[in-house]
C-alpha cells in the first residue's frame, strides 16, 4: 500500500487546514490513521478510523477541533483540523494498519505510511 498525503500549511491560529491521504495499491479496507511529530518530540497519535465501520478515536489534545473521516470511493481519508493552535504545529503523517480493520493508536500497528505533511499554525 502506498499512500500520499498533502493539504498542510501554514495558518494562523484559529484557523482551519484539511489533510488528505491518498491510498493506492491493493484492495484497501486497513484501518487507517494520523500521527504527527514535532521537532524535538516523539510521534504522536492524533486520530484513527476503522475503514469499514467508520468508527473513530482522538487524542484528547485534538478530540472536538478535528475530525477525521474517509471516503472508500476514493480510497482517501482526511483530517479536517479547526481552530488549529501553535501546539499543533509538527510534520503528520498518514498511515495504514498492517493488517486489521480498525483504528489503533499504537505505531507499531502500522505497516504502511505516508511521506508526512508539514503543518505550522502561528500565533
Known amino acids: 500500500v502506498q499512500l500520499q498525503a498533502s493539504g498542510g500549511g501554514l495558518v494562523q491560529a484559529g484557523g482551519s487546514l484539511r489533510l488528505s491521504c491518498a491510498a493506492s495499491?491493493?484492495?484497501?479496507?486497513?484501518?487507517m490513521g494520523w500521527f504527527r511529530q514535532a521537532p524535538g518530540k516523539e510521534r504522536e497519535f492524533v486520530a484513527g478510523?476503522?475503514?469499514?465501520?467508520?468508527?473513530?478515536e482522538y487524542a484528547d489534545s485534538v478530540r472536538g477541533r478535528f475530525t477525521i473521516s474517509r471516503d472508500r470511493a476514493k480510497n482517501t481519508m482526511y483530517l479536517q483540523m479547526n481552530s488549529l493552535k501553535p501546539e499543533d504545529t509538527a510534520v503528520y503523517l498518514c498511515a495504514a494498519r498492517a493488517s486489521g480493520t480498525g483504528w489503533s493508536r499504537y505505531e507499531l500497528d502500522y505497516g504502511s505510511w505516508g511521506q508526512g505533511t508539514q503543518v505550522t499554525v502561528s500565533s
Open positions: 495499491g491493493s484492495t484497501f479496507s486497513r484501518g
Open positions: 478510523i476503522s475503514w469499514i465501520r467508520g468508527s473513530t
